[in-house]
């Protein structure tokens, strides 16, 4: 159900669903997937959030070429945004050009306009991700503008990359609470879900930003989201800020 | 479940059913569940462990808090009572290797023991709680069978013990293996009668511990802060942190009649006593605010 190709998601979800139904006889019991695709987002979300020192260009290249060598399939490299708001990324031209693209592996690059998504291009990006938030207040404090002006900006994104054959990836921040709003209902997410969905993401990575979220949140969340968008489209982003991040992974796989 | 197969597209009706399999786990949730604080225990067990007596004699005993204490053998059971315990602990394992190593005799042996133990106690009217160590895995034996783990369980079970606590001692096992254990234990004794003791050596602790309570298990054992390290991993975690656990259990409407704020405070006396930080994220993540 996991091993699916993002141009042709729609044919890949039937032809999954229907291969699916013999691997699920046998796992019904655990009631869990076969197989997992993990996204490393260690170089991008990982570093971006190291503040002690801004880690040398030539050291996220070995780790991502590190990386690329455990058999991961997915690692995100960098991102295309403004130096200014996130100086951790400053070298993300440098790092991509700079590392060895493995067969097998995809690294894609977050881009949160267009001018990102052309310098990410120009760079040798094959793929990009671009992040979203279930939260107004969130979305105005973390990019600037509302939920409904950043859709806008995604859509001009989104559209050129499929232009160019480039898959694109969304991510909803804050699906199980907000730093500023607190409570984010499922309904919100799925709303914002879908929108990424319908404008052309492959795959919507639900993540669970302050890591305030626990088994039960994420079931309803994951409920909601289900009704609208098919689960093979479907990830999780669990932080662990309260060590509940793997139960959570746990419940989202069940 | 009815409305999400409604509301499913057509090519995946034919998941839904099973889907409905997976989901209903959750519905299996237990509406309270008991935590049982062995942070004093075998938190602090790495330090010397010789005023027993004075610590039983010095607490203050609270209303509707029981205070039991492990008695590996009559003496010791002696000793505690005669100190004022009510409640005692037997510690076996699901491991002859480990068995030898950690007690000094055969599995067989350790059961004459509790067997004495046992007896005295029921003269005395005084309960006694079994745990069962290297349920999920023996860092000497390596993997070890379900069905090893729901002999000894019900063997303890049998002798009189109300409440056998289930241990992944070395904090090896996964959710797939702790069903597996689990559903081997809970053929030969009732869920009502089993908790779980998880070790968060590699991480999965809290992700074992949903396994447990998805399978009905709905008493936990757990440490405040997270105290007590790994004996047989240097610098490795050691229980599942109290805080961490009742976080999860709050959000899931489980009733723990625990007071996490107060929780918090007793862990940051302990970790400012002891000079180490707290192992519990939520500690780690409240002191930020």
Not at chain 2, 83 to 105: D, M, P, Q, R, Y
Not at chain 2, 244 to 259: F, K, P, S, W
Request: glycine share 10%; aromatic share 6%; with cysteine.
């Amino acid at each position: 159900l996991h091993c699916f190709q993002p141009y042709v998601s729609g044919f890949s979800v039937c032809l999954a669903g229907s291969v699916a139904c013999i691997h699920w006889e046998t796992s019904q019991l655990s009631g869990l997937p076969e197989f997992v695709k993990i996204v490393e987002v260690g170089p991008r979300d990982g570093l971006q959030n190291e503040k002690v020192v801004i880690v040398p260009t030539d050291i996220k290249i070995e780790l991502i070429n590190r990386l690329s060598q455990t058999g991961l399939s997915v690692i995100e490299v960098t991102s295309f945004v403004s130096s200014r708001w996130v100086p951790q990324m400053a070298d993300h031209t440098e790092v991509m050009k700079g590392i060895r693209q493995y067969p097998g592996v995809r690294y894609p690059v977050l881009t949160p306009n267009l001018q990102g998504f052309h310098r990410a291009v120009a760079a040798g990006a094959t793929e990009i991700s671009v992040f979203g938030a279930a939260s107004e207040s969130f979305s105005k404090k973390n990019i600037n503008c509302s939920i409904e002006e950043s859709m806008g900006k995604f859509e001009e994104v989104v559209k050129s990359a499929r232009h160019m054959n480039i898959p694109a990836r969304g991510y909803v921040s804050c699906a199980l609470g907000c730093p500023y709003e607190g409570i984010i209902t499922p309904q919100k997410v799925t709303e914002v879900s879908k929108r990424l969905y319908s404008m052309g993401c492959y795959e919507i990575s639900l993540g669970d930003t302050i890591g305030v979220g626990t088994p039960g949140s994420m079931k309803r969340m994951l409920e909601s989201v289900m009704k609208e968008i098919p689960l093979g489209a479907l990830a999780v982003h669990c932080h662990d800020t309260y060590g509940q991040a793997l139960a959570n992974i746990l419940t989202a796989l069940q | 479940m009815a409305a999400m197969t409604k509301a499913l597209p057509r090519r995946l009706v034919g998941l839904a059913s099973l889907r409905a399999v997976s989901t209903s786990s959750m519905d299996t949730l237990p509406k309270r569940v008991k935590i049982v604080e062995v942070g004093p225990r075998d938190g602090l067990q790495n330090e010397k462990m010789a005023d027993q007596a004075e610590v039983l004699k010095g607490i203050q005993k609270f209303p509707g808090v029981t205070y039991p204490v492990l008695t590996p053998n009559l003496k010791g059971f002696e000793a505690a009572v005669a100190a004022g315990a009510k409640e005692v602990s037997i510690f076996g394992a699901a491991s002859e290797l480990f068995t030898k190593k950690n007690i000094n005799c055969s599995m067989e042996e350790s059961f004459q023991r509790f067997d004495a133990i046992l007896k005295a106690a029921q003269s005395a009217n005084i309960s006694v709680r079994g745990y069962v160590s290297c349920v999920l895995g023996c860092p000497y034996e390596g993997k070890i069978s379900p069905a090893k783990v729901a002999e000894v369980t019900k063997k303890l079970y049998s002798m009189g013990c109300y409440e056998i606590s289930l241990g992944d001692t070395i904090g090896v096992g996964t959710p797939g293996i702790m069903k597996d254990m689990l559903s081997a234990v809970m053929q030969e004794v009732p869920p009502a009668a089993l908790a779980v003791h998880c070790h968060d050596t590699y991480g999965q602790a809290l992700a074992n511990t949903l396994m447990a309570l998805q399978m009905g298990v709905s008493v936990v054992d757990s440490s405040v802060a997270g105290l007590g390290g790994c004996p047989y991993a240097q610098g490795a975690s050691g229980n599942l942190a109290t805080e961490d656990l009742v976080y999860m259990l709050e959000g899931l409407g489980i009733h723990t009649g625990v007071n996490l704020q107060k929780l918090l405070e007793a862990g940051n006396f302990i970790c400012q006593a002891l000079n180490r930080k707290t192992s519990s994220k939520v500690a780690q993540a409240t002191c930020k605010l």
